[in-house]
T-cell receptor, first 118, second 109 residues
Framework: NAGVTQTPKFQVLKTGQSMTLQCAQD?????MYWYRQDPGMGLRLIYY???????DKGEVPNGYNVSRLNKREFSLRLESAAPSQTSVYFC?????????????????FGAGSRLTVL | QKEVEQDPGPLSVPEGAIVSLNCTYS??????FMWYRQYSRKGPELLMY????GNKEDGRFTAQVDKSSKYISLFIRDSQPSDSATYLC?????????FGTGTKLQVIP
C-alpha cells in the first residue's frame, strides 16, 4: 500500500520556468491537499480538493494552479516560478473533508517535493 | 496572534527521559487534535488523534487535551534515539486545520 506518492522528489528551476508537481493516492480518499512547508512557518495550505471535480484556494494560492485529474490524482502547477516559491511541498489526502469528529479527516501525507527556484 | 503556538525547540534529552511537547491554541471552536511526527526529509505521519478533553494513550505516547485552557500536550515515555524528529500539532474544526510550526526533538543515546 503506497499511500500518497509525489513526484518529483527534487527539482531546481530558474525564475520564470514552469513545472507541475504530481500527486497520487491509492486509499480511495475523497479529499486531497497541497501544502508548502517553510522554516518557522509551519505547513500552509495552498489549494485543496474536497472531492473529485472541485478545487478551492487555501491560505497561500497566489502563483499556483491545481487540477484534480480524477479521484486519485491532484497536481500542482507553478506557471512562472519565483524564488519565493522555494519550499518543500507536501501533498496530503483524507477520507473526508476537514469537518467532523469521525476520524475521516485524518491527513495522510506524501514524502514531499523539494523545490528550489534560482 | 497565531491560532496555534508551538515551541520550536530544539529540545535535547537523554535516552529514557520523559518528553513533554506542547501546543496552545486560541480558537475555542477547534474540535479535534492530532500529533504528527516528521523525520528529516520525510512527510509527517500520524501519531495520535483525539477530540475530547483528557488523556489518550498509545504505547509510549500519551496525548493530553485541556479544552478549558486551550492546551494540548504529547508525552513520550522512555524516549529512544529513534524518537528524534520534529513533532507537529495539528488542530482542526469547521473545515479548517491549523498547524503548529513543530518542535524538533533530539534524544541522545
Amino acid at each position: 500500500n503506497a499511500g500518497v506518492t509525489q513526484t518529483p522528489k527534487f527539482q531546481v528551476l530558474k525564475t520564470g520556468q514552469s513545472m507541475t508537481l504530481q500527486c497520487a493516492q491509492d486509499m480511495n480518499h475523497n479529499s486531497m491537499y497541497w501544502y508548502r512547508q517553510d522554516p518557522g512557518m509551519g505547513l500552509r495550505l495552498i489549494y485543496y480538493s474536497a472531492s473529485e471535480g472541485t478545487t478551492d484556494k487555501g491560505e497561500v494560492p497566489n502563483g499556483y494552479n491545481v487540477s484534480r485529474l480524477n479521484k486519485r490524482e491532484f497536481s500542482l502547477r507553478l506557471e512562472s516560478a519565483a524564488p519565493s516559491q522555494t519550499s518543500v511541498y507536501f501533498c496530503a489526502s483524507s477520507e473526508a473533508g476537514l469537518a467532523g469528529l469521525s476520524g475521516a479527516n485524518v491527513l495522510t501525507f506524501g514524502a514531499g517535493s523539494r523545490l528550489t527556484v534560482l | 496572534q497565531k491560532e496555534v503556538e508551538q515551541d520550536p525547540g530544539p529540545l535535547s534529552v537523554p535516552e529514557g527521559a520523559i518528553v513533554s511537547l506542547n501546543c496552545t491554541y486560541s480558537n475555542s471552536a477547534f474540535q479535534y487534535f492530532m500529533w504528527y511526527r516528521q523525520y528529516s526529509r520525510k512527510g509527517p505521519e500520524l501519531l495520535m488523534y483525539t477530540y475530547s478533553s483528557g488523556n489518550k494513550e498509545d504505547g509510549r505516547f500519551t496525548a493530553q487535551v485541556d479544552k478549558s485552557s486551550k492546551y494540548i500536550s504529547l508525552f513520550i515515555r522512555d524516549s529512544q534515539p529513534s524518537d528524534s524528529a520534529t513533532y507537529l500539532c495539528i488542530i482542526g474544526g469547521y473545515q479548517k486545520v491549523t498547524f503548529g510550526t513543530g518542535t524538533k526533538l533530539q534524544v541522545i543515546p
